[in-house]
């Protein structure tokens, strides 16, 4: 009789395109995968994949037992989600996450799905926004929370929150009376997100001005080291003032006053289109949610300046 076990397992082979992929993807072992497709092509009484090169194919009866397959987890996933317990919800989530979110609200989530998936484990993985792109199109994370939306094929997203940009520095800079311009600004070493990352380009294209001297642009991959320069007074950092709540609120950081525009921010929730993609959507859903209550509060904050 067939199993769903197998039957899954074929298609996050064809989907991978590779044993190894479908084994991490599944938590277990590739002599496990190739045991379980093995017996399906055993029950089924036809060959299902191509072994001949490194990327495991589909045969023709292959493409048609992946049309069944999806329908089947497809519908075993609804089932699960309609009907089953919450805590029907388990295995392992692979999760992107932008530094900007684990400053903000990430461990709320992770409380959050204790609580309400309390069998679904994660595994979180923290890097810029093009890294995590590329890993989650190769598949190797299920979830990125990431800069977007993404405009990639087959990508799913789900507005998260929008995040302004401040101009941030220490008051040993002298910098927190009154407006500051762009000229004032310029006589700082600025601190952003790293090269190859949006922000870093707009905060570039802000001090491309012929009238400006060359813009001193430090970038780091470590919103905490970017933090900790600003707060030495090293320069000025150019990054969403609600990662930076305490340093603002014990006066170790002040939020400058300046008529300098940068659009802020937008988070998504971002997972590609997947006959089994009922945990990701919840989970998304549940971080949107959260990152909104999150938002909520900020701006119900005094401002400070």
Known sequence: MLDFRSIETFLWVVKLGSFRGAAARLNTTQPAISQRIAQLEREMGVKLLNRDHRVASPTPSGRQMMVYAEKLIGLR????AEIGDRSAMRGVMRLGVAETIVHTWLPRLVKS?????PNLSLEIEVDITPNLTARLLAQEIELAFVVGPLSASGVHNRVLADYPIGFLASPSLGLGDGPVTRADL??????????????YEVVREVFDRPELPPIRLHASASLATVIHMAVEGLGIAVIPDAIVENELADGRLQLLQTDLAIAPLTFTA???????VVAVERVAELARQIAQSSLAVD?????RH
Do not use: C, G, Q
């Open 270 to 276: 971002s997972w590609l289109a997947s006959p089994d």
């Open 77 to 80: 996933a609804a089932m699960i």
């Open 299 to 303: 701006e119900s904050a005094p401002a």
């Open 113 to 117: 799905m204790n609580e309400v998936y």
């Open 186 to 199: 310029a006589r700082f070493p600025i601190i952003t997100f790293p090269r190859k990352t949006r922000p």
